[in-house]
């Protein structure tokens, strides 16, 4: 079975603050991607990756897909409130399905 | 809005019956995917369409089955329930069935509740 494990599983942090935030697995992926979930609501696409070593950035969101294709990593510069919310990669093993990751809920307090 | 509507928002039910939700992809899309969110297993992919057609399947137990028909509406079906389903299921559309760069859009979920 292939799992994504993501930590950490919850962050608390101060506004201004940076944070990093991790999605790591055994296994091989084609490209991995990254939503943010607010409550009630469904997970809104971020980016996507699919090169080993790619770096995307979004504002003040970094993405990286590792060299490997088998982990990757969110750093949020600056954090703010409305970055708040559960944070899930998900892992592409082949064409059809993505696989989700255990999620991290992240909390910026102002 | 992401395009994507399901119904019904919320929906309670006892052990043992049968439950049907809905869900309509966004204008375009062929591909419809669902999920079930539960606090202690995450995002779980259970079954996948394309145009009709049954394209991946996941962690969907016999118990529940899925469709999508001509106009691309696709409804999951959960039967003999437990007090384990009870969870967040969401539907997610795309354009495409495969490839790397799937956009999934997902709908606002159904909250499942079976006492």
């Known amino acids: 079975t292939q799992l994504l494990e993501q930590s950490p599983q919850f962050l608390s942090i101060q506004e201004g603050e940076n944070l990093t935030v991790y999605c790591n697995s055994s296994?091989?992926?084609?490209?991995l991607q990254w939503y943010r979930q607010e409550p009630g609501e469904g997970p809104v696409l971020l980016v996507t990756?699919?090169?080993?070593?790619e770096v995307k950035k979004l504002k003040r969101l970094t993405f990286q897909f590792g060299d490997a294709r088998k982990d990757s990593s969110l750093h949020i510069t600056a954090a703010q409130p409305g970055d708040t919310g559960l944070y899930l990669c998900?892992?592409?093993?082949?064409?059809?399905?993505?696989?989700f990751g255990t999620g991290t809920r992240l909390k910026v307090l102002a | 809005d992401s395009g994507v509507t399901q119904t019904p928002k919320h929906l309670i039910t006892a052990t043992g019956q049968r439950v049907t939700l809905r869900c309509s992809p966004r204008?375009?899309?062929?591909?419809v995917y669902w999920y079930q969110q539960s606090l202690d297993q995450g995002l779980q992919f259970l079954i996948q369409?394309?145009?009709?057609?049954?394209?991946a399947k996941g962690n969907i137990l016999e118990r529940f089955s899925a469709q999508q028909f001509p106009d691309l509406h696709s409804e999951l079906n959960l039967s003999s329930l437990e007090l384990g389903d009870s969870a967040l299921y969401f539907c997610?559309?795309?354009?495409?069935?495969?490839?790397?760069?799937?956009?999934?859009?997902f709908g606002p979920g159904t909250r499942l509740t079976v006492l």
């Open positions: 204008s375009g899309d062929l591909s």
């Open positions: 997610a559309s795309s354009v495409t069935s495969g490839g790397a760069r799937i956009e999934q859009f």
């Open positions: 369409y394309y145009n009709g057609e049954e394209r």
């Open positions: 998900a892992g592409a093993p082949g064409t059809y399905k993505y696989i």
């Open positions: 990756v699919v090169t080993g070593g």
């Open positions: 296994s091989v992926f084609s490209s």
